[in-house]
């Protein structure tokens, strides 16, 4: 486990990403409820929870889908006004949605490259330029794939992930969110998604890690973050708590000795 | 890299040997012909060779198929945009009642309003009264668009208020006067004797044309070559330019054998202190302005959603609306601008079609927005939104206009024209549902 030594940051280095009582509420309805992560460079957080347990809000919060009510984000210590899409990618944040957010009707290159489009001296679009760098990104993720002409609509499921990933990691990534990564995917697939996970955590991106599956959590993850009913159960990191005690987090909001309880922890 | 044990993705087609079965269906996917567009292009010759057959050689004549193609202009300039509206999975019911709007503004001001400044026959009066025409239609469109975009109407009930509105507002312009003549410069936007620009300026536009055409397939060739990309094989690309050229000096040839009328050319003659006592010459009609209109703002609209971030955009909206949204594109704005674009066509199209009824009525453009939605649909253009080509649309009211065209000279009644009409557009939309399926 020397790799995991490493990738575990000294408490010294800054958060590369923090969110600080964030808040948001739909209709008088608490969705995420001053919740308050962090995430360091080359580390893997998971964040926990059921259905409805408020994970996908806040991601959506950080990747600018949504704007917060109240709280404050930080990247690498300083404080940023995240309200659209484009103020998070400026900021270096790139999301992987679970649906994949892709255009189903154009193909690869498009969509790796769609609202940050290559344009020749004329003010076009340079197609020929976006295709050969898609070429070269995917070549890297799924050296096999072919299809750069063809919507993507036409493409296997493993395929059109890819793509996501693609438009994710393109360009210079600090922070990736990985919203239900390997819902859609067969077991090679998954493998081949774990991998990359690993790869770009030694690049020293942070990456945070939504998902229902514990056990994929439990190989990629370094820490974990539990939400239920929007407020946050505990911090813990993978070492020092067994899946049992993670589920009984997840379930009955019940903090473990080896977890830092937050508000949301059952008394 | 290595040889791959397991593909996660298959080879393609095209880079599969395909053995003892090549041959034309290798060399017709070395074309790579867009399917879907050759069908049409099929179905349209199919319908003129039908016609031609029914009335007795009458349908493919010089004649009727200049008529045919100015007949078309009109309503091919609003399907182009029309495209963009339905790509993005909006429709516009007002472009009928648009073009009657600006058309009455562009009438009054040509006919009442400049004369009273710089009188009559002012060689200004039709740039500004076009300027006019494609900056109200904008306006109006732009209006529309905002009120979908940002107050989350949906367009089919903004443009169904507007249907309404803009038509009402055409009769108000002049409570319901015609207003005629309109200048004489501007009338030849119409087409007509006056309107077309006779045999050598013709062939100088074909030429231009060919060689363009030409240029571009060669600089895309080059471009991706350089990339390392695969590229057609060499005679492919010489067929592709040979079909090309063949379609443009075609029509050249047509419209220049279609003869101007003998009192036209003698009044010309007559002008120029020429004899009439021979002979009259053979002289020809040449392009129709309202069609190189047309024709201009097909390839400019398929520069435009082809080649553009805003094309790009238009069509990931239509692909997923909210994965556009979330790659950071203001898809509002793009809104706004599509209605924009669409209304500034109808502005064009109004030009077009006051011209060449050389007076402005406020019943101008009633039922186009029928004629340019199924224009649209019959080219391929999918209401789920995200598929359209401009070619297509365009190609679509050329065959609607040949269906009635030809209907009129076997002399079928009106009424049996829409029914007609009706029945190709439903029977087109399912055949190309169809072909989608078959696609899977």
Redesign the interface.
Known sequence: MSALATAIPQPATAPLVEMRDVSIAFGGIKAVDGVSIDLYPGEVVGLLGHNGAGKSTLIKIL???YAADHGEIRVNGETVHIA???DA?RCGIE?I?Q????????DAA?NIF????K?TAW???DD??M??EARKVM?RL??????F?E?VKA??G??RQSVAIARAIHFDARVLIMDEPTAALGP??TRQVGELVKQLKQEGIGIFLISHDIHDVFDLADRIHVMKNGKLVGTARVADVSKDEVLGMIILGKCPPGAVPGPGAAA | ?AE?ST???P??PA?APAGRRAGIGDALRALELDTRMVGMIGALAIVWIGFDILTGGAFLTPRNLWNLSVQTASVGVMATGMVLVIVTRNIDLSVGSILGFTGMVVGVLQARLLPEIWGFDNPLTWVVAVLAAVAVGGAVGAVQGAIIAYLGVSSFIVTLGGLLVWRGAAWWVTTGQTVAPMDGLFKRLGGGFEGAIGAGPSWMVGIAAVLLSVAAILVTRR??A??G?PVRPLWAEGVVILLVAAAIVGAVLVVNSYPLPVPVVRRMMEAQGLSTDGGLPFVAHGFAIPVLIAVAVGVAMT?LS????F??YV??I???P????????NTRRVMVMVFGLMGALCGLSACIATARLNAATNANGTLDELYVIAAAIIGGTSMAG??GTILGAMLGAMVMQSLQSGMVLLGVDAPMQNIVVGLVLVAAVYVDTLYRRGLK
């Open positions: 990747s600018g889908a659209s899409p484009r990618k999301t949605y649906t994949l957010a892709l255009a189903d009707n154009v498009a769609l609202g940050r489009e344009l003010g076009t679009l020929h330029a295709e050969a070549g799924n050296p096999h794939f072919r299809r002409k919507p493409l296997s493993g395929q090679a697939e | 890299m791959p593909t996660l993705s080879a393609p880079e471009r991706r350089g990339f990309f520069f082809r080649r553009t971030r094309g790009r069509f990931a239509g692909g997923n909210e994965a556009a949204e979330l790659s950071g594109i995200g598929v």
